[in-house]
Each structure stands twice: as structure tokens, then as C-alpha cells.
């Protein structure tokens, strides 16, 4: 016997909310759902309505939870972030930005009815910071509170640790951390939602690693101005806050007393002067962070000219440290990627709230994007992974 089709009554005005917050015209909905503009077209204006399963790929496609397609009225629409691109600033967001936005709030709120559901709370963020602030204190203050490493070798090898070291660091002051793999380098570097409740810093995940470790920073800061922000942190152009959270940022991550104990910067005697590209690499590298934050440094501490340091950027830009990829055999696993993605304080979470029967399986699989297998071994390479993190 045929089975009878089940239609999805969604309330077509919704459907054009969903897909207008999306970013995507109506030809671009239909191109991605694989299907004719007409049908779709047909269903925004009540003349016909998708099966159950479309709607649950539509609503996956727009990224919105189902049951909102069927309300009366659209939700309240949450703020935007203020935005600091410079130059992009007057572009609007793609709908891959606004897709990882959306992705970004939903984790943050999973995370925190979670953390009521297994009684552990994020920790207060209690420093902050105002922009009028001295940034030579600030940084202080920053580096004070997250307890930062003083003197060279740094506590790691690579840009890979460096990340890792700074990113628990600032997990464990109350900050979600997670990574957009959908957006261009060029629209974004991260965006930070820290107005009210558990901050969430989002870094781009086509960046690599030392670049990375400068916009975890710099978005840090953003967090403790109690600001929501995009970011794109190669702009000249970008607002006087902006660069107050990269000159913030460089000093934490390379203090006045450490760079001029280098040995680049010891053979120059202290002169301003030219630095070359590989110069500025190692100077990076040992400070386990990109060349952008180097030169900045170099900048603020009289060591490089504002004239050198424009020529290089509109020349190079975020491509110099973009140049400079992670080189290795392989990459890391589908388990490695979705820790990483999703956190370290989310992913313990959710599986908390599993076995203390808070949660199903179903919602485990829902939270973390996987199906039922997978979440289990999941469970077993996150283990692995705390106890190897410490």
C-alpha cells in the first residue's frame, strides 16, 4: 500500500522571514534545496506545502528550528553585532556570516540551559575593560587575569599549541570559543557576542593558526568592553576601538619587556628601522602568534615606521600570515575537528546532562550535529582528549 504524504502546514509568510534572515533570494534557496524556483515560490504564497522531511531540510537550510516556521508572527530579530570591517563594514553579511552567527547564539544557549541542567555554571567574567582605558594597563590587566606567560621560550612548539594554550586559557575565564569553517577570511576574522550573558567568541576556520591566537585576543577584548563585534582585523580603516582591541591584543600576546629581549631586536640596538618578511616571521613564530601582531608591536614600540608597516599591509595584509599554513601529513580527524569546533566547555556539557538523564541520545545527536554512532565515539575521543589536554 502507497504511504500517504504527509504535508508540512508551515505558515508561508514565516518561510519568506526564514529565508530573507538567511540571506538567500528565492532563486538561491531553490539552487541549494535542489529544487524549482516555481515550486518554492508556490509555497511562500500558500499554493501547496512541503512534505515533513522539507521542512525539516528548509528549516535546516534557512537555520532555524522548525516549530518557528509555524508561529503566527516572526520572532524578535536579535541585535547585530556592531561592526568594525573598515572598508567591508558597508557590506551586508552573507548568508554564510549569518548562518554561523545564528550557529554561534544556539550554542551559546544550549550551553547554558545545560550548564542549569547539570548545576555547572560558567564562571563571572570579573575584569573589565573601557576603551578611553590606557592600553599599556589594559593589556596588563588582561594578561594579569589570564595569568599569561612571562619570558622566552613560550610554553609551546608550534602555532597549533600556542592556540590551544591561550584558547583554554580563556574557557576557563566563562568564554565560549568556536570556529566558523563557511566564511570568507575576507569578509570576517571572528565576532563576539558578549553583550549580556555567556560571552561566545567565533574565530574564522580558514585562518591559520597563528592568526587565529590574534583574533582569539582581540576578540577577548571586545568581551571584556561588553561588546557585541565583527571583525575584520587587516583593515587600516576600522573604527578607533578596533584598533585600540589590536594594540591591546599584540601587547598580551607580546609584552614590551619580551620583545625587546629578542635577539632580532637586540642586534638593532633599539633603532627603528626595515624589517623583512623573514624577520617578521620568526619574530611571530616565537611569540606563537601571526606577523600581523608582530609588526604592530614592533610599530608601538618605535622598532618599525607607520609608513613600512601601511606599505605592508595594503600590500600583504592578512595574506601574510595566511601564507603560512600549517604544514603536516594528513589533518586532523572528523572527531578532532568537531571538539574543536564546537569547544571543549559545550561538547563536556552535553554529555554531562546525558548521563545524568537530562538530555536523550536524540538531543545529544541534535546538539552535537552527529548521528547516534558517532556521538558515542565522540564520547570516547573527547575522554581521550581531556585526559591528554589535562
Keep these: 500500500m502507497r504511504q500517504r504524504r504527509v504535508e508540512a502546514l508551515l505558515n508561508p509568510p514565516l518561510l519568506v522571514w526564514a529565508r530573507e534572515q538567511a540571506g538567500l533570494s528565492v532563486s538561491e534557496a531553490a539552487h541549494k534545496f535542489k529544487m524549482p524556483v516555481s515550486r518554492l515560490r508556490g509555497w511562500e504564497q500558500g499554493a501547496g506545502h512541503p512534505t515533513m522531511k522539507q521542512a525539516r531540510d528548509l528549516a535546516a537550510l534557512y537555520g532555524q528550528p522548525l516549530g518557528t516556521l509555524y508561529l503566527d508572527h516572526p520572532p524578535a530579530a536579535p541585535t547585530r553585532p556592531a561592526d568594525f570591517r573598515g572598508r567591508m563594514a558597508s557590506e551586508p553579511y552573507s548568508a554564510a556570516l549569518l548562518g554561523e552567527m545564528r550557529r554561534a547564539r544556539a550554542i551559546r544557549d544550549a550551553a547554558v540551559d545545560l550548564s542549569l541542567e547539570t548545576d555547572h555554571p560558567f564562571p563571572k567574567i570579573d575584569l573589565a575593560l573601557t576603551a578611553d582605558l590606557d592600553v599599556e594597563v589594559a593589556a596588563q590587566q588582561m594578561r594579569a587575569w589570564l595569568d599569561a606567560p612571562v619570558g622566552l621560550p613560550r610554553p609551546w612548539q608550534n602555532p597549533n599549541e600556542a592556540f590551544t594554550w591561550w584558547r583554554r586559557r580563556v574557557e576557563s575565564k566563562g568564554v565560549l570559543v568556536v570556529v566558523a569553517r563557511h566564511v570568507s577570511g575576507k569578509e570576517m576574522s571572528g565576532f563576539t557576542f558578549a553583550a549580556e550573558g555567556v560571552p561566545v567568541i567565533a574565530l574564522n576556520g580558514t585562518d591559520p593558526m597563528a ?180
Design 211 to 390: 592568526r587565529r591566537v590574534f583574533s582569539l585576543l582581540h576578540e577577548l577584548v571586545h568581551v571584556l568592553l561588553r561588546q557585541d563585534s565583527v571583525s575584520e582585523i587587516s583593515s587600516l580603516t576600522a573604527p578607533g576601538v578596533e584598533q585600540f582591541c589590536n594594540k591591546v591584543a599584540a601587547r598580551v600576546l607580546i609584552p614590551a619587556v619580551d620583545l625587546r629581549a629578542h635577539h632580532l631586536v637586540i642586534a638593532t640596538g633599539g633603532r627603528t628601522r626595515a624589517w623583512d618578511a623573514a624577520e617578521l616571521r620568526t619574530l611571530a613564530a616565537d611569540f606563537g602568534t601571526s606577523v600581523q601582531a608582530a609588526y604592530i608591536r614592533l610599530l608601538d614600540e618605535q622598532l618599525a615606521t607607520r609608513a613600512a608597516y601601511t606599505r605592508w599591509l595594503e600590500e600583504v595584509g592578512g595574506r601574510g600570515d595566511r601564507q603560512e599554513r600549517d604544514k603536516g601529513k594528513g589533518g586532523p580527524s572528523f572527531y578532532t575537528l568537531k571538539i574543536h569546533d564546537l569547544g571543549r566547555p559545550f561538547v563536556e556539557r552535553v554529555y554531562e546532562a546525558f548521563h545524568a538523564e537530562a538530555i536523550s541520545l536524540a538531543s545529544v545527536c541534535d546538539l552535537l550535529g552527529v548521528k547516534a554512532d558517532v556521538a558515542r565515539k565522540l564520547e570516547t575521543r573527547f575522554a581521550e582528549f581531556v585526559l591528554k589536554a589535562g
